[in-house]
């Protein structure tokens, strides 16, 4: 009994100290998120098809990054750079890729 007494107030301590910092700082936690989509781009050509990602979002959240890639089984996957701009489609290059499974997005805080 005495063992979770201690260890409750060892986590009330941490926490208090922890919420001085935070309070002292000012700076509010925010999760990564966003509203985005991606795409397969796809081009016909002579020779092989050609591919690449594309991705857009509606919006994201002040700290967030988000970036499109291609899932490739034969490759490392494809991507586009990463970007914070919203409404506007960001694409990669084109390329001869084999094995296009699909296209996804990834966000990730600032």
Known sequence: MLGKRVGTFAMAAVMGATGVVLAVSGTPAF????????RVGHQSRTGPDYYR???????LNADSKARGG???SLA???????????KVWKVGGWDDYIGVN??????RAV
């Open 31 to 38: 999760a990564a998120g966003g509203n985005c989509q991606a």
């Open 102 to 107: 699909g296209a996804y997005t990834e966000i």
């Open 70 to 72: 291609l899932d490739l």
């Open 53 to 59: 990602p594309e991705a857009y979002c509606d919006s």
């Open 76 to 86: 490392p996957d494809a991507y586009t750079a990463w970007f914070t701009q919203t």
